[in-house]
């Protein structure tokens, strides 16, 4: 893909997206009773009818979309040939949005597990995205991070670039002076030593992107981001 398509969609609100594997039920319930509009990954249109919920859109090369032709009589399809981007990527590109909450995106193939992983990384500056799965939530972030969570919380850092960090608060395992990358040394199953939690990268790496993945039970905690 040379050149990034205009967005299709504007939201001034976040916006829920939903795909073909793993949902989490309770944040779609969460996304409806926010009013948030949730628009589907392809597939993801076929969990959402078995929830009883027309998406406002559905977005994707449609090809594991069921009963398209009944899909098109309920609501708009956003149909995107290319095959350069999986549909995650398709639906960050065609919507504008300040903030992304999603989930059936992550627990089925792994190449497609890896490519969402990827494709929040890229778009970590301009569309942030909290990634809700069964039991995790993660995100994507470049620049300093400062979260208020709770003591002895299971905290990972996985680093999508070689990047380093000048300092950290309120983790157990500091990460001042540490250097990651992926396949040399990442920061998985670190923990809080205290609520407020802050990450500071190397001057020369505050354009790097490093996914945070924390509990489930902390989505309250960062939703709002």
């Not at 073909?20 to 409806?32: D, G, K, Q, Y």
């Not at 398209?68 to 065609?94: M, N």
């Not at 354009?207 to 489930?216: G, Q, S």
Request: net charge negative; hydrophobic share 45%.
């Amino acid at each position: 893909m040379n050149a990034e398509p205009t967005a299709a969609l504007r939201y001034s609100t976040p916006v829920a997206l939903v795909g073909p594997v793993r949902v989490n039920a309770e944040m779609v319930r969460l996304a409806r009773a926010r009013e948030l509009p949730i628009i589907a990954a392809d597939g993801g249109a076929n969990r959402l009818d078995a929830l009883d919920i027309v998406p406002e859109a559905i977005i994707g090369d449609l090809d594991s979309l069921a009963d398209r032709q009944g899909w098109r009589e309920r609501t708009r399809i956003i149909e995107i040939g290319e095959q350069d981007t999986v549909d995650f990527e398709k639906c960050l590109y065609s919507i504008d949005a300040p903030r992304f909450l999603a989930t059936g995106f992550v627990g089925g193939r792994i190449d497609h597990s890896l490519a969402v992983i990827h494709v929040m990384g890229k778009y970590a500056a301009a569309k942030p995205v909290l990634l809700i799965g069964e039991q995790d939530i993660s995100f994507a972030h470049v620049g300093v991070l400062e979260l208020t969570l709770q003591p002895d919380v299971p905290f990972s850092i996985f680093p999508l670039q070689p990047i380093s960090f000048a300092g950290s608060r309120g983790l157990a395992h500091p990460l001042k002076g540490l250097h990651m990358a992926p396949a040399t040394f990442i920061g998985t199953s670190n923990r809080t030593s205290e609520p407020a939690v802050r990450i500071e990268p190397g001057a020369a790496f505050t354009d790097i992107p490093y996914v945070i993945t924390l509990p489930y039970a902390m989505l309250d905690h960062v939703i709002d981001g």
